[in-house]
């Protein structure tokens, strides 16, 4: 793990996370992220007595709990935010403050938030205590899953944030600790499928040629606009059966023994009682 403590304004940070650096380069010539305790009226407060940003510049953080943070993409030149970030820490209003980052060649905002995972078994009041000792607090368990959490840093910048990410992944018994952030997907460019069969399935991208109404679909094409997938992610399908030998699936399929399946889904025959009635046979 590298330690990351020079200035967040001026020097790279890497994180080694999961056994991937990740490398966040400050962009104060982006703009930056603040929070505020009261909100609406600290930042319309800052806003009359500064003029540092305009209300178009304001961008909002969605999420439960994160009703002060905004985004300020501001680009008047990196000085001028810069300054802008100094003088909006020396306000007792703003509990956060920190400019936006570069990640891999995307744009993105560190907030002080943190995703962690602990290794399967690890009780909740251990990693609270750990918690307490690095500066941060549990806000909530991740959705379906018992190891991951969302932890939130009691720090006042990106710093902060770094640090507290450092000394976590310094834990033997968390598999990884990183940065919660928010980042607005990249369009990768307009893609279709070489399928041949591709113009048939409808539900996908419904062009009206063969069945039913034009755009009538889930918008696929859409979406792989924003993302087009990523190896990492399993897929399970619950479904009846799928052909493995198909050519789409023969080399995507993670292995799964049967006897496994079997073990987590017990399937229990269902009896009709009566033309409206069904019950199960198992009672």
């Not at 890497?14 to 930042?43: F, K, S, T, W």
């Not at 304001?58 to 300020?72: A, C, S, T, W």
Request: with cysteine.
């Amino acid at each position: 793990m590298e330690d990351s403590t020079p200035s967040q304004e001026s020097s790279e940070v890497v994180l080694m996370i999961a056994g991937e650096d990740h490398r966040y380069q400050p962009r104060p010539d982006l703009g930056y992220v603040i929070m505020a305790q009261d909100n609406a009226d600290a930042i319309a407060s800052v806003q009359g007595d500064f003029g540092l940003f305009t209300r178009q510049e304001i961008k909002y953080v969605g999420g439960r709990g994160r009703q002060g943070l905004r985004i300020i993409e501001s680009k008047p030149s990196a000085t001028q935010n810069e300054a802008a970030i100094k003088t909006l820490s020396a306000q007792k209003e703003f509990q956060y403050v920190a400019p936006l980052f570069s990640c891999n060649g995307s744009k993105i905002t560190v907030i002080p938030e943190i995703v962690v995972r602990v290794t399967s078994g690890i009780p909740v009041d251990q990693l609270e205590s750990q918690c307490t000792r690095v500066g941060c607090t549990i806000l909530q368990p991740m959705e379906f899953t018992t190891q991951e959490y969302l932890l939130g840093v009691e720090g006042s910048n990106a710093e902060a944030v770094f640090k507290t990410v450092n000394e976590l992944n310094n834990i033997d018994w968390i598999e990884w600790a990183a940065p919660n952030i928010a980042f607005k997907p990249k369009p990768c460019g307009f893609a279709l499928p070489n399928d041949e069969y591709f113009p048939l399935q409808w539900h996908l991208h419904n062009t009206g040629e063969f069945v039913g109404t034009p755009n009538v679909d889930i918008n696929a094409p859409e979406a792989w606009e924003i993302t087009t997938g990523d190896p990492n992610i399993v897929v399970a399908v619950l479904d009846t059966g799928v052909d493995s030998s198909h050519p789409d699936l023969v080399n995507n399929l993670v292995p799964f023994p049967v006897s496994e399946f079997r073990r987590f889904h017990v399937f229990r025959p269902l009896s009709f009682e009566s033309d409206d009635t069904i019950s199960n046979s198992q009672g």
